[in-house]
């Protein structure tokens, strides 16, 4: 640790200049925040206030804010006085307007955003901005400076914070969470965060439960019920609650800053008692705050007659009628002035010495903290050679492997590689996924009881398993964003838990790539397994690919959707997402036991391309069109496009076909429209520009057509894929109530060739009779038929 002890008495007790400093940068951080909501004018009120200086819309969230701001202050001050390395996610994303102001005061604002000048000129342009066209939003969003965390969803600030701490031992993370954030059921999952983090070699989170009172037009639970239930709540969670309430000055300043000295104090000594072994290894109880504060402490008690200060009238813009009001204006005018912003700013409209002194030195400053713009500190994976993983393939689709299982085996060596810089996150699955390789060097991380009859579990672990994907998904959301590379893995269906998660992530990648210094940030890389096609005893619920759907609606510059059909083109993925920065990469690949297709080097060159023929599957001799193309996208479709086409091979000889896979599911656009989007001489290398093509897809049909819309004639494209038809039953039988079984897709052949040969007619009939017979079959024996269950290539020409 980089920390300087201080002795509790320093930091508990606040020194004239200290309350000087505090009540001079917080009376600013209050003024600035009111100034973005409303003024376009006049910023520094050096005439009087009239309608012309007031924006004609007024938005933003007045009410959090005070207390965003203080707390600012007061960690502020902790920094400067131990040197603590702290990031600040502010739970309340609408308090936008604190943590902006906060930024400027340190100066950071200016540094990045030039023309936002300390001065009166610099000033007006903040106000501007703010909730203005061509400006910023109102949440702490990727363009505030010191941001990780945009809060615009609420429920997830305490999963960032912790996994914005894991293997990051020097680092404190102030989450304060929202008392209406706390209605969420993300949030309320969250507490458990201290169940798994080790302070011996993680950094600390403190909560700090802002109750002001009430939400957007009422109460909030949590502030009307009872402290002790609160303060039982919390202990229940592992917590040791300390609690600050009030709205009298200076007397507020003097007992938060007693309960932050506390709070450092006792992380301090839970730290320091680790790393020096006088730990018994039992899960600390780390301390959290609760701060009971007015909503919109400091502005108007009461508008018209009715009460706002510590209402629910307080949480946006307390006074809306400013501009055709004069009383109301009045009213804002008397408000602003209350700050005595001439004591604040000086004559160029610069933050006074006061205010600068409170602010600590150069990264330790909240705002311009690297652990907030985690691509300065990220280290590129020392990652093995993936080829040394390969499955031998002597031949294709002769042979059945376990892919994931494989992809475990490489995440245990990256595991012992990279002791601090990756992880998995895993919903109590990673066996279940066949990932359990990396229980070899790692146990689940787990700082509750252990029992001997627990296997892999302890507080020296570093695989991360909970229940919940909000708390995975959202764990190494914060890991990412503060430098580092890691995974989750889930079931397919139970992705679309934190979908919303993952949307809104790739909109702050979005953001993040038009800011030139946001610095890049490891990629967030999703694994979904037990997909829908395979999820035979747990039926309909289980079976769902939207997350494929969602992903392909972000922006092209950062979506990523792999399906590899097999083990070897896994790997090639899973080494090129881990290298890859600020993307989503989305891996969706079965864990049963599934046919192998290629080789290492095959797999390699492939996967490099994203899509191609595999001619060994069809009968294409590439001097002329073929009379169809059957092309798949996913494991499980992939085996029956190639049994399709085995058949057609054995039955219609004379027909050509052509089986193209793809693995990369974004070459299929057009250049134009993604920039994974193969190009136009190579899109009709594969498909043509007039044979049909039959796509049999692992996901949603709607998603190819997506993909296609612009080439070459689109509508020659006929898409099989999930129609949500799904209960418990065999994995042909998924195949079958989905149309995307292999005598579905030869008679799909048969219906769209450009010619029928002889024979074409008694194919069909035969395919009809088979699935006549599969639906017998299995109602009678439970499982599918032998020649379905066990089929693989065994024909002599199906070689390479």
Request: a negative charge.
């Amino acid at each position: 640790m980089t920390v300087v002890v201080s002795e509790p008495r320093a930091l508990a007790e606040l020194d004239d200049r200290d309350l000087a400093r505090l009540d001079a940068w917080w009376r600013a951080a209050n003024y600035l925040t009111i100034g973005q909501i409303y003024l376009r004018g006049n910023p520094l009120l050096r005439e009087p206030l009239n309608a012309e200086h007031i924006k004609p819309r007024l938005l933003g969230h007045w009410g959090t804010s005070p207390g965003l701001s203080l707390i600012y202050a007061h960690v502020s001050r902790l920094i400067r006085h131990t040197g603590q390395q702290a990031v600040y996610l502010a739970g309340p994303g609408h308090g936008g307007p604190a943590l902006v102001a906060a930024g400027y005061l340190e100066g950071t604002y200016s540094d990045i955003y030039p023309k936002v000048s300390q001065d009166e000129a610099g000033m007006l342009r903040l106000f501007r901005q703010f909730s203005s066209p061509g400006g910023i939003p109102s949440h702490v969003s990727v363009t505030t400076p010191g941001s990780i965390h945009e809060g615009g969803e609420l429920g997830y600030v305490l999963v960032h914070a912790f996994g914005a701490v894991m293997d990051n031992p020097d680092l404190l993370a102030i989450a304060v969470v929202g008392d209406g954030e706390a209605e969420t059921g993300p949030l309320e999952g969250s507490w458990k965060g201290v169940s798994f983090l080790n302070p011996a070699r993680d950094g600390a989170v403190l909560p700090i439960l802002h109750l002001n009172g009430a939400k957007i037009s009422g109460p909030a639970v949590l502030a009307r019920k009872n402290p002790n239930e609160v303060r039982d709540l919390l202990r229940g969670h592992g917590y040791d609650v300390i609690e600050v309430e009030g709205d009298d000055l200076p007397g507020m300043h003097h007992r938060f800053a007693a309960a932050l000295a506390l709070a450092w104090n006792r992380i301090r000594e839970i730290q320091t008692a680790a790393r020096a072994d006088e730990w018994d290894g039992s899960r600390p109880t780390w301390p959290l705050i609760v701060l009971r504060s007015p909503k919109g402490w400091t502005g108007p008690d009461e508008v018209d007659g009715v009460t706002v200060t510590g209402t629910w009238r307080s949480h946006q813009v307390p006074l809306s009628g400013v501009r055709d009001n004069p009383e109301h204006l009045a009213l804002l005018e008397r408000w602003l002035r209350s700050y005595r912003p001439e004591e604040l700013f000086d004559a160029d409209g610069a933050p006074i010495a006061l205010i600068r002194e409170q602010a600590p030195e150069g990264d330790l400053r909240m705002s311009a903290t690297p652990h907030a713009n985690g691509g300065l500190l990220t280290r590129d994976l020392d990652l093995p050679d993936f080829r040394e993983y390969a499955v031998d393939v002597p031949r294709p689709a002769a042979g059945r492997a376990e892919s994931t299982r494989k992809l475990g085996e490489l995440m245990r060596d990256i595991y012992t590689r990279n002791p601090d810089n990756f992880r998995l996150f895993c919903p109590d699955e990673t066996n279940s996924n066949r990932l359990g390789a990396v229980f070899e060097v790692s146990d689940r991380a787990f700082m509750e009881q252990v029992t001997p009859d627990d296997v892999a579990i302890g507080r020296d672990g570093r695989v991360m398993e909970v229940l919940s994907e909000h708390n995975c998904h959202g764990w190494l959301e914060g890991y990412n964003l503060t430098g580092r590379h890691g995974m989750f893995a889930t079931y397919e269906a139970f992705a679309m838990v934190s979908a919303s998660q993952t949307i809104q992530h790739g909109k702050w990648l979005q953001e993040a790539r038009h800011l030139p210094w946001r610095a890049k940030v490891p990629s967030l890389n999703i694994l979904l397994t037990s997909t829908a096609w395979r999820n035979d005893h747990n039926g309909f619920s289980h079976q769902g690919p939207g997350l494929i759907q969602n992903v392909l609606t972000q922006r092209g510059d950062v979506a990523r959707v792999y399906l590899p059909p097999d083990a070897n083109t896994l790997l090639s993925v899973a080494d090129h997402c881990f290298r890859s920065r600020s993307y989503i990469n989305v891996i969706v690949i079965d864990k049963q036991p599934q046919l192998q297709y290629l080789s290492m080097a095959e797999a390699v060159e492939h996967c490099a391309r994203g899509a191609g023929i595999w001619q060994w599957a069809g009968t294409d001799d590439d001097t002329s069109d073929p009379d169809i193309v059957l092309a798949c996208a996913g494991d499980v479709v992939t085996m029956e496009t190639v049994a399709a086409a085995q058949i057609l091979k054995q039955r219609l000889p004379g027909l050509k076909v052509r089986v193209v896979n793809v693995v990369d599911l974004m070459t299929l656009p057009r250049r134009k429209d993604h920039p994974h989007g193969m190009s136009e001489t190579l899109f009709t290398e594969l498909f043509t520009d007039s044979v049909d093509v039959i796509f049999s897809f692992h996901g949603y049909p709607g998603a190819i057509h997506q993909l296609v819309h612009g080439r070459p004639d689109a509508d020659r494209f006929r898409v099989r894929g999930f129609i949500e038809q799904g209960t418990t039953t065999t994995p042909f039988d998924m195949t079958v109530r989905n149309r995307t079984s292999r005598y579905h897709l030869v008679m799909d052949a048969i219906n769209n060739a450009g010619r029928v040969p002889h024979g074409a007619t008694e194919l069909k009939a035969w395919c009809e009779a088979q699935l006549a017979r599969h639906e017998a079959y299995i109602v009678e024996h439970l499982e599918d038929m032998p020649e379905v269950r066990d089929w693989s290539v065994r024909t002599s020409g199906s070689n390479r």
